[in-house]
Every structure is written in C-alpha cells, then in structure tokens.
C-alpha cells in the first residue's frame, strides 16, 4: 500500500500566513511607537510643569517683595519723612491753619471765605 503525498499548499495559505505576520509586526510597531510617544509627551509635561512652577515661586516671591515696599510707601512717617526731604515741606505755622465749618468741601466758596 502506498501513501499518497499531498501536494504542498501553496498560493492562499501561504499568503495567508505572511499577512498575519505583516499585520503583528505593525501592530508590534504601532504599540511600541505609541508607548514611546507617551513617555516623551510625559517626559515633557514634566518640563512645562517645572518651568511653570518656578515661574509661579518667581512670581510669589515678586508679590511678596511689591506687597512690602507697597506697605513701606503707604506708612504715615514714610510719607512724612519723603515730603520733608524731597518737596522741603514743613510744618504750618499757627496763623496758616484755618478751621472749616462741618461739612464744608474743601473747594467751596465757604471753605474760601473762612480763610
């Protein structure tokens, strides 16, 4: 008795074959280029995020040191010490100090009248 050989399949199966191949390998390819990317894009997310951070610490520290030299201007014997040295302002004598009446403005005629 004789076994008959079946002939080698060729043509579809083969072809078959090789596009599964073809398609794992681009899938392979697709997976490890979009872990790639993702790492990179988190790699610079961290970048932006430190440089926003320092930005923002830059910042705070501007508002703090603006918040105080604001304080320092706004005290009275600041204001006072700076008319006196940069305008020579001084105090008024007795004679130039006038009283207006309750509720008279400061521009009005009776506030002029008084003087």
Known sequence: MRIKKSPKITGAASTRGFAATVAASLLLATLVGAHAWTRVEATMVGYRLSAAQAEQEDLLREQRELELELAT????????????????????????????????PAGSAVAQASR
Do not use: H, S, T, W
Request: net charge positive.
């Open 73 to 104: 201007r706004r005290a009275a014997a600041r204001i006072e010490g700076d008319a006196r040295k940069r305008l020579g302002l001084v105090e008024p004598r007795p004679d130039q100090i006038f009283a207006l009446p309750d509720g008279a």
